[in-house]
């Protein structure tokens, strides 16, 4: 099954790139294992529309272009809350259903546009706190690696 991050917005070079490049190198033979392939890390450039509405349209279609198969996770903070067990159970439900990839989606500076949200299999949130697009990158590469480690058996996650 093909894992991957779509995300709007490049990061830069500093120590969010940084993180984001550790735990996709440190998920890699963990993903073999699993079933999984490779962790991807898609970006896409942030749309140059002058309203808020209109960028988000554009980037939804951008987004859109890049998950036509599988299932779609949405980031946006009226998603639901989940463990990071009940995470790594859904990756595995996944896989063992035989769906042949999941995007995990993350919106740029005005979110995400409600046709993502609509079109997703899972919409999640990270709280109910606004974050930066960056640092939620982080948090869903961490996820995915530690999901990876929960269902390997490593003890990297303790709960």
Same mark, same amino acid.
């Given at each position: 099954?093909?894992?991957?991050?779509?995300?709007?917005?490049?990061?830069? $070079?500093?120590?969010?790139?940084?993180? *984001?490049?550790?735990?996709? =190198? /440190?998920? +890699?033979? &963990?993903?073999? !294992?699993?079933?999984?392939?490779?962790?991807?890390?898609?970006?896409?450039?942030?749309?140059?529309?002058?309203?808020?509405?209109?960028?988000?349209?554009?980037?939804?279609?951008?987004?859109? $272009?890049?998950?036509?198969?599988?299932? *779609?996770?949405?980031?946006? =903070? /009226?998603? +639901?809350? &989940?463990?990071? !067990?009940?995470?790594?159970?859904?990756?595995?439900?996944?896989?063992?259903?035989?769906?042949?990839?999941?995007?995990?989606?993350?919106?740029?500076?005005?979110?995400?546009?409600?046709?993502?949200?609509?079109?997703?299999?899972?919409?999640?949130?990270?709280?109910?706190?606004?974050?930066?697009?960056?640092?939620?990158?982080?948090?869903?590469?961490?996820?995915?690696?530690?999901?990876?480690?929960?269902?390997?058996?490593?003890?990297?996650?303790?709960?």
């Amino acid at each position: 099954m093909r894992l991957a991050v779509v995300a709007i917005g490049r990061l830069k $070079a500093g120590p969010e790139r940084i993180l *984001v490049e550790r735990y996709l =190198e /440190r998920s +890699a033979p &963990l993903a073999r !294992t699993l079933g999984f392939g490779v962790l991807d890390h898609i970006e896409i450039g942030e749309s140059r529309a002058k309203r808020p509405a209109e960028r988000k349209a554009e980037e939804a279609a951008a987004i859109a $272009a890049r998950c036509r198969d599988g299932a *779609v996770v949405a980031f946006d =903070e /009226r998603g +639901a809350s &989940l463990t990071s !067990t009940a995470f790594a159970d859904r990756c595995a439900a996944w896989r063992d259903q035989g769906i042949g990839a999941v995007y995990f989606v993350i919106g740029g500076a005005d979110g995400l546009d409600p046709a993502i949200r609509e079109r997703a299999d899972l919409v999640l949130s990270f709280g109910a706190a606004t974050l930066p697009h960056q640092l939620v990158r982080i948090l869903v590469v961490e996820q995915l690696y530690r999901s990876m480690t929960m269902l390997t058996g490593h003890p990297y996650h303790r709960a």
